[in-house]
T-cell receptor, first 113, second 115 residues
């Protein structure tokens, strides 16, 4: 089976840094994605890692360790609009070339003033 | 702008009454996906198409069917909706073709209510 674990909820203060962890045990691995989802809206793509290490994109960074089955999303200089659910997703080797994504249940981040 | 469009945004149907959700894309992506997302849960993959090749997840109920008449359009048919089928249904696309860093692009979703 596929297993992707994230904390259910986190709270942080505006202007601070927060790290959201994700661990995975999947049958195959073809990349890890982070998505942001505001309540009632569709997920939007934040970052992608396929090799070990850190990928930085403005205020957002994502890290991957394939040997540990571990990733984190780092959000710096938090803003109120960052309050959302953050979904970790693993791409499996799909039939043909589909590479389907399996999602974790998401971490709801609340940013407080 | 190129995008993934889902209609309607909100859909109400009666218990047992067939309903169809639609999705269109202007990205010309090979792969189209349907996910079901219930409140505070992970999006759950129902099925996906690579071009016209259909891939059903093993645990997708028979009550759910899909059609992809051409590259741009994909439909989700729920033959006899039950109360447990109330959820947000998300359509997504990706380039596929072994492009493993191609992210999924999601539509805004259709929130289905079953009365």
């Amino acid at each position: 089976g596929q297993n992707i674990d994230q904390p259910t909820e986190m709270t942080a203060t505006e202007g601070a840094i927060v790290q959201i962890n994700c661990t995975y045990q999947t049958s195959g691995f073809n990349g890890l994605f982070w998505y942001q989802q505001h309540a009632g809206e569709a997920p939007t793509f934040l970052s992608y890692n396929v090799l070990d290490g850190l990928e930085e994109k403005g205020r957002f960074s994502s890290f991957l360790s394939r040997s540990k089955g571990y990733s984190y999303l780092l959000l710096k200089e938090l803003q109120m609009k960052d309050s959302a659910s953050y979904l970790c997703a693993v791409r499996l080797h799909g039939s043909g070339n589909t590479g389907k994504l399996i999602f974790g249940q998401g971490t709801t981040l609340q940013v407080k003033p | 702008d190129a995008m993934v469009i889902q209609n309607p945004r909100y859909q109400v149907t009666q218990f047992g009454k067939p309903v169809t959700l639609s999705c269109s894309q202007t990205l010309n992506h090979n792969v189209m996906y349907w996910y079901q997302q219930k409140s505070s849960q992970a999006p759950k993959l129902l099925f996906h198409y690579y071009d016209k090749d259909f891939n059903n997840e093993a645990d997708t109920p028979d009550n759910f069917q899909s059609r992809r008449p051409n590259t741009s359009f994909c439909f989700l048919d729920i033959r006899s909706p039950g109360l447990g089928d109330a959820a947000m249904y998300l359509c997504a696309t990706s380039r596929g073709g072994g492009d493993r860093n191609s992210p999924l692009h999601f539509g805004n979703g259709t929130r289905l209510t079953v009365t």
